[in-house]
């Protein structure tokens, strides 16, 4: 399978598996170990797991399919993850701040949306040969690390900001 049907593959991965990973916290009777990796209440940084999840599931796929094989996979698949959170983050508070109010819809376009960028951005990034040393990979899988721990220590004990904050219960975190 050639990089742009991989990446169509990993769109609709990312779609359907980040609609469900949702849900997966209170399907498993609201277990912590869980909790790492899907959304436990409604805050925004909650739904970036969404999108981070079953894009670091499909690039191990990936990476075993071709990206081992490919310099600046790990670090433009980072890149890519992080750059489809700064959309739906921008996305998200952007057009709640123009309409005053957050509505489904909207909110389902927004994670499409921080989708398609990821893996437009993987597939012109690996097109054009960016990021392609050793150096970047290792950075990225560092980065990788991070972010995953991030995911899993702001989920236990996150700031007291509003990226945190779920808007129904007022709650942050677990």
């Known amino acids: 399978m050639n990089t742009k049907r991989w990446h169509i593959a990993g769109i609709l991965f990312t779609i359907i598996l980040g609609t469900l990973t949702h849900f997966f916290y209170h399907w498993s009777g609201e277990n912590p170990l869980i909790a790492s990796f899907s959304a436990v209440n409604e805050s925004t940084w909650e739904h970036l797991k969404l999108l981070a999840t079953p894009m670091f599931l499909f690039a191990v796929i990936e990476y075993f399919a071709y990206g081992n094989r490919r310099r600046g996979f790990v670090a433009i698949r980072l890149v890519s993850i992080l750059l489809g959170m700064i959309v739906i983050v921008a996305s998200f508070y952007g057009y709640t701040a123009l309409l005053g109010t957050n509505y489904l819809p909207l909110d389902i376009g927004t994670f499409i949306l921080g989708v398609l960028a990821s893996y437009l951005s993987s597939y012109l990034l690996l ?34 900001v509003f990226l945190f904050e779920d808007p129904i219960t007022g709650s942050f975190g677990l």
């Open 127 to 160: 097109q054009k040969g960016c990021l392609s040393s050793h150096r970047a990979d290792l950075l990225a899988g560092i980065g990788s690390a991070l972010l995953i721990v991030c995911f899993i220590f702001f989920t236990i004990d996150p700031p007291h």
